[in-house]
């Protein structure tokens, strides 16, 4: 079983940064990606980005060169950074980690941006 605790979110005006944090916990050797996931009201799940077991980055084309995702194994926790934030950028930002037998899921964390 994996643990996932997101943070970070909150209330920012257009054109702030956020940090989020998404702390795993459990067995966490079983992880082999990780990843940041949004929903917007009223629209599906998208990938934010994602990092492979290899360390290799994977961001949503819209979101290249605002976010930056990373790990630090030592604090077990998976980051996200996020710059030049719009109002188009509200919603829930959910943490995920895949194993060989599934995906597990944090609890997400809402990011509201205002004009």
């Known amino acids: 079983q994996v643990q996932l605790v997101e943070s970070g979110g909150g209330l920012v005006q257009a054109g702030g940064s956020l940090r989020l944090s998404c702390v795993a916990s459990?067995?966490?050797?079983?992880?082999?990606?990780m990843g940041w996931y949004r929903q917007a009201p009223g629209k599906p799940r998208e990938l934010v980005a994602r990092?492979?077991?290899?360390?290799?980055?994977d961001y949503a084309d819209s979101l290249k060169g605002r976010v930056k995702i990373s790990k630090d194994w030592t604090k077990t926790t998976l980051s996200l950074q996020i710059d030049n934030l719009q109002p188009e950028d509200t919603g829930v930002y959910s943490c995920?980690?895949?194993?060989?037998?599934?995906?597990?899921w944090g609890r997400g964390t809402r990011v509201t941006v205002s004009f």
């Open positions: 459990g067995y966490i050797l079983s992880i082999t990606g």
């Open positions: 990092l492979a077991d290899g360390g290799i980055a």
């Open positions: 995920a980690a895949e194993t060989q037998d599934r995906e597990y």
